[in-house]
């Protein structure tokens, strides 16, 4: 996507991801502040370690008086004068086997914890880190295709997976109850499972 780079993220990125990745959870109605999920997801470096993890940057989003996330207390945002890329997404690819894992079987590429800013959207972020995804899947030696859970509500990002060529695959789904953890909200959500081939 123009004026959107996407990369490998370094232990420097680790702070602005938590952030937004939070914020985008929060701000969409996925997860509710205080729920105890919020831990793993503001807990990059974990995740870090135990998967691949994958930031967009968006071009110039700073301009120069500052990027309004600044006053916010954003530690992506650039600071006043300064014109750099900034972090506005990321996303996490994990293999069958790793701990990460949720879905993934053998000779699929899974990613999980696709985020974008909210203040980032309709920017084709999200496009560019899904791409980059089936980009990395098609470079694995013994990986033929790419697989995600994605909540029932999030029916923004089924527009975007379904446009991209994945294609759901219901007798995957899944709920929290089904790997034996108990929902933090009481409800347990049944999860959707997307598939394509690359």
Same mark, same amino acid.
């Not at 929060?26 to 995740?47: C, F, K, M, T, W």
């Given at each position: 996507?123009? +004026?959107?780079?996407?990369?490998?993220?370094?232990?420097?990125?680790?702070?602005?991801?938590?952030?937004?990745?939070?914020?985008?959870?929060?701000?969409? +109605?996925?997860?509710? =502040?205080?729920?105890?999920?919020?831990?793993?997801?503001?807990?990059?470096?974990?995740?870090?370690?135990?998967?691949?993890?994958?930031?967009?940057?968006?071009?110039?989003?700073?301009?120069?008086?500052?990027?309004?996330?600044?006053?916010?207390?954003? =530690? +992506?945002? *650039?600071?006043?004068?300064?014109?750099?890329?900034?972090?506005?997404? *990321?996303?996490?690819?994990?293999?069958?086997?790793?701990?990460?894992?949720?879905?993934?079987?053998?000779?699929?590429?899974?990613?999980?914890?696709?985020?974008?800013?909210?203040?980032?959207?309709?920017?084709?972020?999200?496009?560019?880190?899904?791409?980059?995804?089936?980009?990395?899947?098609?470079?694995?030696?013994?990986?033929?295709?790419?697989?995600?859970?994605?909540?029932?509500?999030?029916?923004?990002?089924?527009?975007?997976?379904? *446009?991209?060529?994945?294609?759901?695959?219901?007798?995957?789904? /899944?709920?929290? *109850?089904?790997?034996?953890?108990?929902?933090?909200?009481?409800?347990?959500?049944?999860? /959707?499972?997307?598939?394509?081939?690359?």
């Amino acid at each position: 996507m123009e +004026g959107v780079t996407v990369r490998d993220a370094g232990d420097g990125d680790h702070a602005a991801i938590a952030h937004l990745t939070v914020t985008s959870y929060v701000d969409g +109605g996925h997860v509710d =502040p205080a729920d105890e999920y919020i831990a793993e997801l503001e807990d990059v470096a974990s995740r870090a370690r135990r998967a691949r993890v994958l930031v967009a940057e968006v071009d110039g989003w700073g301009d120069d008086g500052g990027d309004d996330r600044e006053a916010a207390g954003d =530690p +992506g945002a *650039s600071a006043p004068g300064e014109r750099r890329p900034v972090i506005a997404g *990321s996303v996490v690819l994990t293999l069958p086997g790793m701990p990460m894992t949720e879905v993934a079987r053998e000779g699929e590429l899974e990613f999980r914890m696709l985020a974008v800013d909210p203040r980032a959207r309709r920017r084709g972020v999200a496009r560019a880190l899904v791409r980059a995804a089936v980009d990395r899947a098609g470079q694995l030696e013994g990986i033929g295709a790419v697989v995600l859970t994605t909540m029932e509500t999030m029916t923004g990002a089924h527009a975007l997976y379904e *446009s991209e060529g994945f294609e759901r695959v219901p007798e995957r789904d /899944w709920r929290l *109850s089904d790997i034996g953890q108990e929902p933090t909200d009481g409800t347990d959500q049944l999860f /959707w499972v997307y598939r394509r081939t690359v």
